[in-house]
């Protein structure tokens, strides 16, 4: 029976390949047209990742083969691509890793299931079946937990280099420099990957002739970061009615403080709430400990 599993597995993987090379995504209107005329070569853009996309592994080239199905099912959804933005990873690579990881969570227990059964133990084909299809299941979103967990990372360090931006450019505003020249020189010492994204959202608004607030907006759409997204549509507010500029960006980064100290102490929190569970599991180690000789001696008795 397990043979005849591991034959069903692999005849259905190979019509699935088959059907993918036999049947390619057909293009957009859209696609069809750009491919007719192409663009002029344009400066880069921050709407592109914000690092540069990292070769794909061997996992990737696996799952390569699925890519277009998985994208005529719509994936990845619009929060995912926010986070593939920020991390700057290739969409289609994404979606490679996630049907390589599906494909190895389907073949594990039919594997598992013959080499017990090589020793002795005979499985039924339900249990090996179930257990495929829910590891298949599961191999679809580890890939997204970890690009959430990555990007959430990313979000928090892009937010703390907005504040610091911000306290930068409202001190030049104090010594009398304009907003453009105050956002290039608050941007121009660059240390890690969150300040060279500010840094080139304001080059490239610089080259192009182009407000900053606008680059900087496009900055927070890519990143799925609202408070750069505000911070822009503040700066726009303050350049085309005249506001107070400097009485705004002192207000955005009390806000941007004031929020970094909430995650932080959320963060103490949950930190402290997990260092409970060691001693919880240590004390109910040690209460067994406590108890196990009465339990003996008591079953020992009869």
């Known amino acids: ?176 420099s304009g907003i453009e020249q105050a956002l290039r020189d608050a941007t121009e010492e660059a240390d890690d990957w969150a300040s060279h994204a500010l840094r080139q959202a304001v080059e490239a608004a610089h080259l192009r002739r182009r407000p900053p607030w606008q680059t900087l907006g496009e900055l927070g759409e890519t990143a799925g970061l609202p408070a750069l997204a505000e911070l822009s549509a503040a700066l726009a507010m303050a350049g085309s009615e005249g506001a107070r500029i400097k009485a705004t960006l002192s207000a955005r980064s009390a806000a941007l403080q004031a929020h970094q100290l909430a995650e932080a102490e959320a963060a103490a929190s949950s930190a402290t709430e997990r260092m409970v569970l060691p001693m919880v599991g240590l004390m109910g180690g040690f209460m067994i400990f406590l108890i196990f000789p009465a339990f003996a001696s008591i079953l020992g008795a009869f």
């Open 1 to 176: 029976m397990t043979v005849a599993i591991l034959l069903g597995t692999g005849v259905g993987l190979g019509l699935a390949l088959i059907a993918v090379f036999a049947f390619p995504a057909r293009p957009t209107l859209a696609q069809a047209f750009a491919a007719l005329h192409p663009p002029a070569p344009r400066l880069p853009s921050t709407a592109r990742p914000l690092i540069p996309a990292e070769p794909g592994g061997q996992l990737a080239t696996l799952g390569r083969p699925f890519v277009p199905l998985l994208a005529r099912l719509g994936l990845p959804r619009a929060k995912v691509r926010a986070d593939l933005g920020i991390c700057g990873r290739d969409p289609a690579r994404h979606l490679a890793e996630q049907a390589a990881m599906a494909m190895l969570g389907f073949l594990l227990p039919p594997a598992f299931a013959a080499v017990v059964t090589l020793g002795g133990t005979v499985i039924g084909w339900q249990l090996p079946v179930w257990a495929s299809l829910i590891c298949a299941g599961l191999g679809v979103f580890v890939p997204d937990l970890a690009l959430a967990s990555e990007a959430a990372k990313r979000r928090t360090q892009l937010r703390e280099a907005v504040s610091e931006m911000l306290d930068i450019v409202v001190i030049s505003l104090a010594g009398g």
